[in-house]
């Protein structure tokens, strides 16, 4: 039964009543057959001879009344994703949308492995404005109690992510960093005069990079790459060290932007997130940790299944759909074909494949 092989899997890791862990179980494989966090739709995929208005109380239980452990659940996705010990490189955003009135709105750190982004920490913001430096620090704290900062490898974060605040912090802990910075930020040119950052790169011609040794932003010593776009708008990377040559911020920061088909399938174009109904804060916590282990299972098995079969190319060479797309695609077609059964449990096997 692939439900009870999954728990095995997840059971080192809740420390749950063993009904609880299997009704986890039921919920991540009927999510990986509807593809929909609507819960009376999600709950077409659980198994069971229950009648489905049985099953729908059940699942609403589930989320009013387990309390997850969020750190193991973290752990529990470094483990599968084969990472522990390593280096990790950590994308920071925010996604948010309206439930009729009411703001959705989460801050996410997101671990960055082979071209995909999984989720591995979150909070619930109490609007959908940008987060607070507290909301930051809390997040990325979170991540230094479990993993240990050495495990830190780098934080990635946009420009709406920088200010006096959080660089300060990341200068003063030590924590290897490159964010985007406004260009309307100010830093100082080669004389020590402050000045704008669009300023130290205006005069130089669209798409040269050019990178400075220290310099000061705020007071405090940061390292600068930048260039003027096509469009005639700025990239600036500000980063705690310097650069070995003018690629290798851009280089760095260009994993950033994996979190956003994360989003991507995480909504519209995976598990329809922006579909649930579920508006109480804890309760979409909890819903977060479920497609978070999702993930990382449709990931494990898009680079299993793209070993055996690469994903194809568009026109402009691109690849037609993500990993983790690739990979829930192969999970839902086995679990939903009868003549495949057999295949289920090496998908399963997958997560504790290193």
């Known amino acids: 039964m692939p439900a009870l092989e999954l728990e095995s899997l997840l059971s080192s890791y809740f420390s749950w009543h063993r009904s609880r862990l299997a009704f986890l179980c039921q919920l991540i494989l009927a999510l990986m057959k509807t593809s929909t966090v609507s819960g009376t739709r999600w709950v077409l995929g659980v198994e069971g001879t229950a009648s489905q208005e049985s099953k729908y109380r059940r699942f609403q239980r589930f989320f009013r009344e387990v309390r997850f452990d969020y750190n193991g659940v973290a752990r529990c996705i470094i483990k599968f994703l084969g990472l522990q010990g390593e280096k990790l490189t950590l994308s920071m955003d925010r996604t948010n949308w309206k439930l009729g009135k009411i703001d959705l709105n989460y801050l996410v750190l997101a671990v960055v492995y082979r071209d995909s982004a999984v989720p591995l920490l979150w909070s619930l913001m109490p609007s959908c404005g940008n987060s607070r430096f507290e909301h930051r620090r809390a997040l990325i704290n979170r991540f230094i109690r479990i993993f240990g900062k050495s495990s830190l490898g780098c934080l ?7 200010d006096r ?183 399963i096997k997958l997560l504790s494949c290193t």
């Not at 990635?156 to 920088?162: S, T, V």
């Not at 200068?171 to 290897?176: K, Y």
């Not at 402050?194 to 010593?221: A, H, I, K, Q």
Request: with cysteine; net charge positive; charged share 30%.
């Open 165 to 347: 605040k959080t660089l300060k912090f990341m200068i003063e802990n030590r924590i290897p960093f490159c964010f985007r910075a406004k260009k309307v930020h100010r830093i100082t040119n080669q004389a020590g005069n402050v000045r704008s950052v669009s300023t130290l790169f205006c005069g130089y011609p669209r798409g040269v990079v050019y990178y400075t040794g220290p310099r000061l932003m705020w007071g405090l010593r940061i390292y600068a790459t930048g260039m003027r776009l096509e469009d005639g708008d700025y990239l600036v990377l500000i980063r705690d060290r310097p650069s070995q040559d003018k690629n290798e911020a851009l280089f760095e920061y260009r994993l950033r932007w994996l979190i956003e088909p994360l989003f991507r399938f995480l909504k519209s174009s995976g598990f329809e997130l922006e579909d649930t109904h579920l508006t109480k804060r804890m309760r979409l916590k909890k819903l977060m940790a479920v497609l978070a282990l999702a993930a990382c299972w449709a990931f494990k098995a898009g680079i299993w299944k793209a070993q055996k079969r690469p994903i194809p190319k568009k026109t402009h060479q691109r690849k037609a759909v993500s990993l983790i797309r690739y990979g829930l695609n192969y999970i839902r077609e086995t679990l939903l074909d009868p003549l495949k059964k057999d295949q289920i449990s090496p998908l």
């Open 156 to 162: 990635l974060a946009d420009r709406e992510f920088l």
